[in-house]
């Protein structure tokens, strides 16, 4: 009897110390976001699409590809569940397909998921490609869930150029539905030996609603920066198809109108991307809202006769008045036109990566202080820093061609690819965003705020001291009650 209640007091401190350990990861775990994607670093498995070894797609994912039948673009690419090292971002494996044999492809990824109606989602994914040529990628979001790669219904992140090195792309758009869909894209623009393309470490999560913001002009350029800001994405909405009719001649002209891509207006008028290209002088894929695209020419059409105008009937000088005479006039020289040049608009922003994953997650904002650099590779055209407020910043007019956008910043390290090339078109509006975060923040287990904070451990450790006082107590109170009650 004496011995149980010697034990009593040790047993009750380590039950309350049990009870106090437990509430710690409460105060001290981070918040996460959950990755909505199965299979999203294509670690787990693989499978043959439609039964056929050329044709290796990651469990729980889809293969699509665009092919014709003649010549040597869109050829359907050889599908495999990539190890080598120089193809993998992170993990032991990654999705990859390439062609060769002097051809070209276009295709990509997809994968549906569960979402709640009427939130905002953001996709993320990883690509790099290895090509003798360009070999723009993307990807997009079909809010309403569908399995067509050439949907108008889907929202679409900027072409970029990931060749040689890995590249973060994302996108945002609000779901139109529970189910959305996630694609990657990659196409090759011209026939070339081997082209390879990878993707690995995709995630989709839920973020706040995207707000507009103030696009700041460049002080460099005279004219206004364009109202809508590339990284605030439209609510998309499904809008019917609007076809064009031909006119007398036959000729078809189409309104490029929203959610239009090049690949489903050739689909819709049943013609090939390559002719409406040849047709429009394109050099790309990239079409842009409310600009006119010829899709079929005409032929010669007979024009109604015109009504003959009656000649006027000369009238005699006056006898008084000589007729005046013309004074022979110098020919000036036909200046001669100059081919117009499009333009463009390059914007880009940074973000505080405070996890280090080259993902921008919520909580996330943009950070100040990083300074960006533009320049057409001979001569530097332009400079801004960052005030975390007023990004996207956009560099506005900018004549078609490619441009090296890179950023520096003393307190700061990289965490996604500190330089990007850009191919700027015409009407063509790009966006990049650079994570980055405080040099040897990556190295603090566990983290601490910035400014002198309070780290999250020491709040856990306090949390956990507070709980054990006053369930300590509780329990001495007791006790002693009924060690009293019980005359000990």
């Not at 002097?102 to 998921?113: D, E, R, V």
């Not at 006119?292 to 000369?314: N, V, W």
Request: contains cysteine.
């Amino acid at each position: 009897m004496n011995l149980m209640k010697k034990l009593r007091l040790p047993v009750l401190g380590l039950v309350l110390a049990i009870m106090a350990l437990s509430v710690i990861p409460v105060f001290g775990a981070p918040d996460t976001q959950t990755n909505l994607l199965a299979n999203a670093g294509f670690e787990g498995g693989k499978y043959l699409h439609e039964g056929n070894p050329q044709y290796e797609a990651p469990t729980s994912w889809s293969v699509w590809w665009r092919y014709s039948a003649s010549g040597c673009e869109n050829q359907i690419p050889t599908f495999i569940l990539n190890t080598e090292g120089r193809y993998v971002h992170g993990g032991a494996q990654s999705s990859r397909y390439y062609t060769e044999g002097n051809i070209s492809h276009t295709a990509g990824l997809w994968q549906q998921a569960s979402v709640t109606d009427g939130e905002t989602y953001r996709f993320t994914a990883y690509a790099k490609t290895v090509s003798p040529t360009t070999s723009p990628v993307r990807v997009g979001i079909d809010p309403n869930g569908g399995n067509d790669p050439t949907a108008g219904s889907i929202v679409w992140s900027a072409f970029q150029t990931a060749n040689d090195a890995w590249m973060a792309l994302s996108v945002e758009a609000v779901a139109n539905g529970t189910t959305i869909t996630v694609y990657t894209y990659n196409r090759v623009d011209s026939c070339v030996s081997r082209s390879d393309t990878a993707w690995d470490d995709t995630s989709l999560v839920q973020v706040a609603a995207v707000t507009n913001t103030p696009v700041a002009t460049s002080t460099s350029a005279t004219t206004v920066a364009p109202t809508a800001v590339p990284s605030a994405t439209p609510t998309p909405t499904e809008t019917p198809f609007a076809y064009s009719t031909p006119d007398a001649t036959g000729r078809i002209v189409h309104l490029v109108g929203p959610g239009d891509t090049l690949s489903g207006i050739a689909f819709m008028y049943g013609v090939s991307m390559d002719e409406i290209k040849r047709l429009n002088n394109m050099t790309d894929d990239i079409v842009v809202l409310g600009t006119y695209l010829i899709i079929r020419e005409g032929g010669s059409a007979t024009e109604p006769p015109t009504e003959a105008t009656p000649t006027e009937e000369p009238t005699e000088a006056s006898p008084t008045e000589a007729p005046p005479t013309e004074a022979p006039t110098q020919e000036q020289p036909t200046e001669q036109p100059t081919e117009a040049v499009g333009t463009g608009t390059i914007c880009v922003m940074s973000w505080d990566d405070t996890n280090g994953n080259g993902i921008r997650e919520a909580g996330e904002e943009r950070l100040a202080g990083i300074t960006f650099t533009i320049n057409n590779g001979t001569t530097l055209l332009d400079r801004y820093t960052t005030d975390g407020i007023s990004e996207p910043y956009c560099f506005v007019e900018m004549p078609e061609g490619t441009y090296t956008i890179s950023w520096t910043g003393d307190s700061f390290e990289a965490t996604t690819p500190q330089v990007w090339t850009a191919t700027v078109t015409d009407g063509a509006i790009l966006n990049q965003e650079f994570g980055a975060r405080l040099l040897g923040s990556g190295d603090q287990t566990p983290a601490e705020e910035e400014g002198g904070g309070i780290p999250t451990w020491l709040i856990a450790v306090l949390g956990a001291l507070a709980v054990f006082v006053v369930l300590g107590g509780i329990g001495m109170l007791v006790y002693i009650l009924v060690l009293r009650k019980q005359g000990v």
